[in-house]
């Protein structure tokens, strides 16, 4: 009886084309179309002739066969309501010229992947971009979502994910649970875009490159979610956030467990652009450490609040620096600020201010070289070098800090709220 139902199962079976032996471009089975490498021909310009074949409103499902390493130079558009499927081969791989995960190669010079048309999914697919490439992945609409993908390579030039469309055109895209590596440009970009959501994301820049970015958020970014985003080997920032294109600013940025780690700059940058702007960020649970430069650096926006366990440690210069002289209302509570300065250099603090910014509270935090006192050298918990518009620091753990607790002596006695702070480890 086993036998007999396991061979009624296999009867029952419509194997895909490619499995059956069948070299079919575009092959329609039960509506869904299948598209295998066929010698001689751009697997790119197949996906584009296979969705071309579909209905406008309908859904079209294209399955990519399980093969070998394939190139092609024709970027895939996507149509409305698209969905394209890869057999699942992505991993990590941020070592030189190694890449053997990668089944789909993209050797033009322009956008290997376009998803303009709304509604698309590109999920499991491994895509490695060649150096002429200027984005891996390009969302222009709404709706998409980017699932188990691996994207990797490029040049300095190049996004592996690049989100944009006409203000607000681009919004409600999700990339998820993927792995993006082996960059020197930017990982992820995102400008003219709203409500994007980026959930367990792994971005490892190319090993010792000093020219990357994990995420860099640009004007009119916007209602930015972000769970589980782990960036190592940055080259320049783990995070960066700038309105460098005029119009609105990137507002609103909802941050949880955001890892930082191993940039060559900054670790997370608030760039002087911002200026006063109230953009509204929070980071909670979130890490920026191992930084050539500054843990997290303030140099402009208001309404940036650090929180929740966050952890800066470890960073060539300040734990945090507020230096721009125009942002409002920073708040920093309820985290670990330990070890930095790690160059040793004259002020380099856990907290340093300078430029005369309005209204930062530092509240309930633990800010000290204890236990990273073999590399860390911060001078003091907080060190001010210009006056504050309202400066509260209270609660604050700040015991083992090379020179001292605090420096506030540039701050009016009056605009100044010291209290409960401790020295005792």
């Known amino acids: 009886m086993r036998k007999s139902f396991a061979l009624l199962l296999i009867g029952l079976t419509v194997l895909p084309p490619a499995i059956q032996g069948q070299k079919i471009l575009g ?16 697997l790119g310009a197949q996906i584009n ?37 890869c057999p699942v081969s992505n991993g990590i791989d941020n070592t030189n010229g190694s890449d053997d995960f990668s089944r789909l190669t ?6 290997a992947v376009m998803m303009g048309a709304g509604n698309g999914r590109f999920v499991g697919c491994d895509l490695l971009l060649g150096s002429s490439a200027i984005e891996g992945i390009h969302i222009g609409s709404h709706s998409n979502f980017v699932y188990d993908a691996g994207i990797r390579g490029g040049s300095v030039g190049t996004s592996l994910i690049h989100i944009n469309g006409t203000p607000f055109a681009s919004e409600d895209n999700h990339i998820q649970n993927t792995r993006l590596s082996d960059f020197v440009g930017n990982g992820i970009y995102i400008e003219n875009a709203n409500d994007t959501h980026l959930t367990s994301i792994t971005a490892y820049g190319k090993a010792g490159n000093t020219t990357g970015t994990s995420l860099l958020v640009d004007s009119n970014g916007t209602g930015i979610v972000i769970n589980n985003f782990v960036g190592g080997n940055s080259g320049l920032h783990g995070l960066w956030v700038r309105h460098n294109l005029g119009g609105l600013y990137p507002t609103f940025g909802f941050v949880t467990n955001f890892e930082a780690d191993l940039a060559n700059s900054d670790g997370i940058l608030f760039d002087g652009s911002l200026g006063s702007a109230n953009i509204d960020w929070t980071l909670v649970n979130s890490w920026s450490a191992g930084s050539g430069g500054t843990g997290i650096h303030i140099s402009g926006g208001s309404g940036i609040t650090i929180t929740g366990g966050s952890i800066i440690r470890n960073n060539a210069l300040d734990g945090i620096l507020i230096d721009g002289g125009s942002e409002i209302n920073t708040v920093i509570t309820g985290n670990q600020i330990i070890g930095n300065n790690s160059l040793n250099t004259t002020n380099g603090s856990g907290i340093r201010i300078t430029g005369h910014p309005n209204a930062v509270n530092i509240v309930g935090n633990v800010i000290s070289n204890y236990n990273e006192a073999a590399t860390g050298h911060q001078k003091y918990a907080l060190l001010t070098q210009s006056d504050v518009e309202g400066l509260v620091f209270s609660n604050n753990l700040c015991s083992v800090n090379d020179t001292g607790c605090s420096n506030t002596s540039t701050v009016v006695t009056s605009k100044l709220t010291y209290s409960g702070t401790s020295t005792l480890i």
Do not use: H, K, L, W
């Not at 993209?106 to 956008?111: K, L, R, V």
């Open 106 to 111: 993209y050797t033009g010079s322009g956008t």
């Open 27 to 42: 092959s329609d089975v039960n509506g869904i179309r299948y598209v295998t490498p066929i010698g001689g021909s751009d």
């Open 49 to 85: 002739a296979a969705a071309g074949g579909c209905t406008t409103g309908s859904q079209c499902q294209i399955v990519v066969v399980p093969g070998a390493q394939t190139s092609f130079s024709t970027g895939i558009v996507y149509v409305a309501n698209e969905s394209i499927t």
